[in-house]
């Protein structure tokens, strides 16, 4: 049986359906969101057997945990409670200091770009002031006249991995002949992504500045991200949190901040006897 449930796995309904237990209707979303696609088109046909099942496997323990109400058991219920506490503290985090600091513009490129991921090349023409192990002894300047020559050789016919292992002052070039492989969104510095996520597959960049210096970014191929096929909600907190690695020297500050005011608006009084027993009991033990 399972060998035939995991055969038609495959053959998704139009509605996104994978599988029904018991009436439950369980689709590619509600499998995605527990195996991501990437891992799965990784794997060969027994790993995809043994994922299939541990998924079927899970929501079987789901479903008789709730025939026989042991989400209504008292310890599971202080258990259950206890952690969506932990998640209504997160989002209110979330909600009124993370999200305040980020610009709506961010955002919206974020939601645009995070469903799908690059395969992306490039040449780093780096110079005296690169963040590189071994930065060469090029002026910014000189550095960014040998990038736009190189963009006239590539237009002329010239091989990009030809190109890259001439020229590209990134360590890996030895190796990867300029390839950085599939890029998500939210995985490189600002000022790249922002270029590579612009460009049609197949053109080259202009240079583009960083502090590791020029680069000429090539994009091969486009694929969905695994974030496709995520539900609207989760995609938005995917999107937030994606968006936050921008802002990450601002967040404690924000968060401290928010903290006192909270302290403040809601008139805390703190008991300074108790707590100096409650340390001196503790200081004992």
Same mark, same amino acid.
């Given at each position: 049986?399972? /060998?035939?449930?995991?055969?038609?796995?495959?053959?998704?309904?139009?509605?996104?359906?994978v599988l029904?237990?018991?009436?439950?209707?369980y689709s590619i979303h509600d499998f995605f969101s527990r195996y991501p696609k990437k891992q799965w088109e990784r794997t060969d046909s027994l790993q995809k057997e043994k994922m299939l099942n541990d998924f079927i496997d899970r929501e079987l323990c789901v479903l008789e945990a709730k025939r026989l109400g042991l989400h209504?058991?008292?310890?599971?219920?202080?258990?259950?409670?206890?952690?969506s506490l932990q998640v209504l503290v997160n989002e209110s985090y979330e909600y009124f200091v993370a999200r305040p600091l980020l610009p709506e513009e961010n955002l919206d490129l974020a939601r645009e770009n995070a469903k799908r991921e690059l395969f992306i090349n490039h040449i780093l023409i780096g110079h005296s002031e690169s963040y590189l192990g071994l930065p060469p002894k090029r002026t910014i300047d000189e550095a960014l006249v040998l990038s736009q020559q190189i963009k006239q050789d590539y237009?002329?016919?010239?091989?990009?991995?030809? /190109?890259?292992?001439?020229?590209?002052?990134?360590?890996g070039v030895k190796e990867n002949s300029g390839e950085v492989g599939w890029v998500s969104w939210g995985t490189t510095v600002a000022a790249f992504q922002s270029v590579a996520f612009s460009l049609n597959v197949g053109l080259l960049s202009s240079p583009v500045q960083t502090n590791f210096g020029y680069h000429l970014i090539l994009v091969s191929d486009a694929r969905p991200s695994d974030y496709h096929y995520m539900s609207s909600d989760e995609y938005e907190s995917l999107v937030l949190n994606i968006t936050k690695n921008s802002i990450r020297d601002k967040l404690r500050p924000a968060a401290l901040e928010y903290?006192?005011?909270?302290?403040?608006?809601?008139?805390i009084v703190f008991n300074l006897d108790a707590i100096n027993d409650i340390v001196l009991l503790y200081v004992r033990q």
């Open positions: 049986m399972r /060998l035939l449930v995991y055969f038609f796995s495959f053959l998704f309904s139009a509605d996104g359906i029904e237990i018991d009436d439950q209707a209504n058991d008292p310890v599971t219920s202080i258990k259950i409670y206890n952690r237009a002329g016919g010239e091989n990009f991995a030809v /190109l890259a292992e001439k020229y590209s002052d990134d360590p903290d006192e005011k909270m302290i403040d608006t809601h008139g």
